[in-house]
């Protein structure tokens, strides 16, 4: 009966499989233009007093000229001093700061965007830092490749621990799924925290964000440009492109964010990000199946061993791949105990009880 899970899980090693081709024909994009396209940077922001000062210092720094970029921090009904401590930095020649007059982080990016004056718009989240050519290199890939959307690497900080080792691999393997399946022209996910878009297609979709969920401002944009005959969606493959942006401080926060990110998958319509939640799930159930089974009929713990082999092939191909081109390969030796830990690690965020977090995209491994 061994050719049962063997069925069950072999859509998710074509899939995985498919996007690490894609990974291994990856072009690294340098800059070899100059554009002088007008670019605004939209910072939607909640209780974010402890670090917008560090990333308007970052966007201040930037080798684009300070005349082409605007930088405009959308203050999202925060209750500490965010608009405040924004309001005082002096460092940018364009800078605007407004309250968001409705709610929610969707809303504060349409409310950033209407008073922009940028044909370029790159969100970005106020606990993220990035290098000094972020901006003219995103301009750059823009101006050669006029695509619609341009999906670009996030980086987690670094940390200690098998925790904080934890969340990087985990968020390392993301980056790599997201940056397969743009590569193969079907993309499924990407970070609001390093995003690009023109001025005309965000009015085009900025209707079709699902304003009844609070997250998904990224991918249901995505998702809706995607629908759109002849769309060009595109990966940007450059740490000079790149942001970093903080780890959770706590398991139960860490949780949390899961939660708000696998929450949106109900609502989603895109078949490729369907068939890759499904798939992926069918696969930590098989192996949650087979190894609590064994528990009662230990014959069942050489199924567990098959389904979890077959299950890390893939896997390790593509976070090697990542962590390679990511400049991380210390972290592969948490490959394996977090690749033991994921199934459990994937029920806890499904069955995590809102009353335990207050306010969660299937990781994907």
């Excluded at 291994?24 to 340098?30: A, H, N, V, W």
């Excluded at 193969?184 to 297609?201: D, P, Q, Y």
Aim: positive net charge; aromatic residues 12%.
């Amino acid at each position: 009966m061994i050719w049962i899970p063997l069925i069950l899980i072999l859509p998710y090693i074509i899939l995985l499989i498919f996007y690490y081709r894609n990974l291994t024909k990856t072009e690294l994009f340098s800059q070899t233009s100059n554009p002088s396209i007008p670019v605004s940077v939209i910072i939607a922001c909640h209780n974010e007093e402890k670090n917008i000062t560090f990333l308007l210092d970052c966007l201040s720094h930037q080798s684009y000229p300070s005349c082409l970029f605007e930088v405009i921090v959308v203050n999202d009904n925060s209750t500490d001093k965010t608009f405040e401590h924004a309001s005082f930095f002096s460092g940018l020649q364009n800078l605007k700061i407004l309250n968001n007059k409705g709610k929610g982080k969707k809303s504060a990016i349409r409310s950033g965007i209407a008073v922009s004056q940028g044909d370029l718009i790159l969100t970005t989240d106020a606990d993220c830092s990035m290098g000094e050519n972020w901006i003219s290199t995103i301009a750059a890939f823009y101006h050669k490749h006029d695509p619609d959307l341009i999906v670009c690497p996030v980086k987690l900080e670094k940390g200690s621990g098998f925790f904080k080792s934890f969340q990087e691999i985990e968020f390392l393997s993301l980056q790599g799924i997201t940056a397969g399946s743009a590569l193969s022209g079907k993309a499924i996910m990407c970070n609001g925290a390093n995003l690009a878009f023109s001025r005309v297609i965000y009015k085009r979709h900025s209707e079709n964000l699902h304003d009844e969920i609070n997250s998904g401002d990224d991918i249901f944009l995505l998702h809706s440009i995607k629908g759109e005959k002849n769309s060009k969606i595109l990966w940007l493959e450059s740490m000079e492109a790149s942001v970093t942006t903080k780890a959770a401080k706590s398991i139960s926060s860490f949780l949390q964010q899961r939660k708000r990110w696998i929450s949106k998958g109900t609502s989603y319509t895109d078949r490729n990000t369907i068939i890759a939640g499904v798939s992926t799930f069918a696969a930590v159930l098989l192996q949650l199946f087979y190894l609590f089974g064994s528990l009662i009929n230990p014959i069942l713990i050489y199924g567990f061993i098959f389904i979890f082999l077959l299950k890390s092939l893939p896997d390790y191909l593509i976070i090697r791949n990542t962590l390679k081109r990511y400049g991380k390969t210390a972290l592969i030796k948490w490959f394996l105990p977090s690749q033991l830990i994921y199934p459990f690690y994937v029920i806890m965020v499904l069955f995590w009880k809102k009353s335990a977090i207050p306010n969660p995209q299937s990781p994907i491994f």
